[in-house]
């Protein structure tokens, strides 16, 4: 079995628009059980299948989702690319909500999660490169194909992975803006890395769902808002998934 693309979708993203289903799997890893059924199908005329991140109804935190079950299992089936699709909220000024974000590097505040295939007994310690977490010629890909689906995105990016699932407060954003993430998110890592441990091509939809704490013209975070906006911005993937897959 061979995919042409996997897709993880995150908080908004429970079904994947367009996507002719032919089968659904919940492969069995070393690592356990993945966050739900993968769905396999036909999408623009390749194969692609797509697991929702948290669960089709999400009830999986951020901190409890089994990514190494998770990109495991895709990587069973044949992935070769995965693209993530990731929630997330604006630190640097053209990163407002609604917006479209092509990210091209991390920071990973992440703590107390499994972050490598290497984690387990008897298992060969890989010290992967991992200076550029986002395989660029995916990322290039997935910016050209926003430009042909004629979607605006933002084509960079430092994604600062958090661990939820409360959002931040104004001193951390604060402190991630002084280390230069422009992004804050609790999904990014560690699966990225993990993609990377296996060899597979893997890059980030970022969709901006409110400015992060302290940022913008905001007071507070309105969770009404937030989802509001990501409803919006989510309808972009799918055109850019598709031009892609044809391009």
Known sequence: MSLDLALIGGTGLYQFPGLVVSERVRPD????????DIVIGELAGKRVAFLAR?????TIAPHRVNYRANVFALHALGAKRVIGV?????????????????????IDYTHGRFTSFCDVDGAKVDHIDFSEPYTESLRQSLIAAAARAGVEVV???????TQGPRLETRAEIARMQRDGSDLVGMTGMPEAALARELGLEYACIALIANWAAGCGDQAEISLDEIFANLAECTAQVPKIVSAMLVG
């Open 54 to 58: 948290h669960g089709e109804s999400h």
């Open 86 to 106: 990731n929630a997330v909220g604006g630190i640097r000024a053209d990163m407002g909500p609604k917006v479209v974000v092509i990210p091209d590097q991390i």
């Open 155 to 161: 084509k960079d990016g430092c994604y600062g992975a």
């Open 29 to 36: 890893t070393p690592f356990g059980a993945p966050s739900g």
